[in-house]
């Protein structure tokens, strides 16, 4: 069981449903991200917060809202999605923002859209 | 653009052999070099490199930085069928001065031990 936990492991949605992912992180960490892993790419960051405000939003389309309550939580609200954004959604988080602080990965959300 | 290149991009072995795993960059301003192991799931973290030529250890992994040659290298020996995994390295990029927690990611070496 790692630090970080997301919810749903898997999700199958329509292109017209709204569904969220949920991550929580209990190693008292102020960092928290979305990644994205598609087949054969390399990990893609999305967004990035720090102490629930958004530090980075990396070029997503509007489809992907993320939202932050409190510094463990994390949400990315999903509408409106296409095919091509069937991957595996990773959720990190670090101890602070910084370049010599690692990420701790939860165990992913695999999202298909049909 | 800061880049990240893995290679081997596959690799099958036998439980008892040894394997490097290499990881080259090209990023603006280097500040540190990171290894993480993926079992289908979480990536788990398994070393950061800041300094050249000092060998992080851990069991049978190791690792070691050459900033001068832009690469690391991650060595597993004695593999074992529990090592099969995607070794992924990745980059902090460095936005003027500000870490925003962006990792630039190598595309993975997918490594298969067979008994």
């Known amino acids: 069981e790692t630090g970080v936990t997301q919810t749903p492991r898997h999700l199958v949605m329509g292109m017209t449903n709204k569904k969220s992912l949920k991550c929580e992180q209990h190693?008292?960490?102020?960092?928290m991200y979305w990644y994205k892993q598609s087949a054969k790419k390399p990990l893609e960051l999305m967004f990035v917060?720090?102490?629930?405000?958004?530090?980075e939003n990396n070029s997503v389309p509007s489809r992907f809202s993320p939202e932050c309550p409190n510094s463990s939580h994390l949400f990315l609200h999903l509408h409106t999605l296409q095919p091509e954004d069937s991957a595996l959604y990773l959720c990190?988080?670090?101890?602070?923002?910084?370049?010599?602080?690692?990420?701790?990965f939860g165990n992913g959300t695999r999202l298909t859209v049909t | 653009e800061d880049k990240v290149v893995q290679s081997p991009l596959s690799l099958v072995v036998h439980e008892g052999d040894t394997v490097t795993l290499n990881c080259s960059y090209e990023?603006?301003?280097?500040?540190?070099l990171l290894w993480y192991k993926q079992e289908k799931k979480a990536p788990t973290f398994l070393f950061m490199l800041?300094?050249?030529?000092i060998e992080k250890k851990s069991g049978r992994l190791s690792s070691i930085l050459d900033k001068k040659e832009l690469f690391s290298i991650l060595n597993i020996t004695a593999t074992q069928t529990g090592d099969s995994a995607v070794y992924l390295c990745?980059?902090?990029?460095?936005?003027?001065?500000?870490?925003?927690?962006?990792?630039?990611f190598g595309q993975g070496t997918i490594l298969t031990v067979h008994p």
């Open positions: 990023v603006t301003n280097f500040r540190s």
């Open positions: 990745a980059t902090p990029v460095d936005a003027g001065g500000t870490s925003y927690g962006k990792l630039t």
């Open positions: 800041t300094s050249s030529g």
């Open positions: 190693l008292g960490h102020n960092a």
């Open positions: 990190a988080s670090s101890q602070f923002l910084g370049y010599n602080s690692p990420l701790h």
């Open positions: 917060y720090s102490l629930e405000e958004r530090v």
